[in-house]
């Protein structure tokens, strides 16, 4: 069963940056697809970014678009999300997900507990 582990979150002014890592173990990261999602108070979960096992195709939610970043180190087990020109908006818990699969699917099976990043002044 593959863990996974989220970290960086943490309290930002708007316009700051922030950097999520997320560790994983019990499986070769290489194997799976991976991506960040995101639950805002009040609202539904949302897929933030996701990239496939090769790490040639990854996809963005429009609202993060040019503003948000997702690699993976598969030498360290470990998955980034950069986040740039926080707003508000970006408010919310961010969770890491994977799944052994090529390409995302838009439901992993493998998730973490999650990480709070707060946008405010």
């Known amino acids: 069963q593959l863990q996974l582990v989220e970290s960086g979150g943490e309290l930002v002014q708007p316009g700051g940056s922030l950097r999520l890592s997320c560790a994983v173990s019990?499986?070769?990261?290489?194997?799976?697809?991976i991506g960040w999602f995101r639950q805002a108070p009040g609202k539904e979960r949302e897929e933030v970014s996701c990239m496939s096992s090769s790490g040639g195709s990854t996809n963005y939610a429009d609202s993060v678009k040019g503003r948000f970043t997702l690699s993976r180190d598969n030498a360290r087990n470990t998955v980034y999300l950069q986040m740039n020109s926080l707003s508000s908006e970006d408010t919310a818990v961010y969770y890491c997900a994977a799944e052994s699969t090529h390409f995302c699917s838009g439901a992993p099976d493998n998730w973490g507990k999650g990480t709070l990043v707060i946008v405010s002044s």
């Open positions: 019990g499986g070769t990261l290489a194997y799976y697809s």
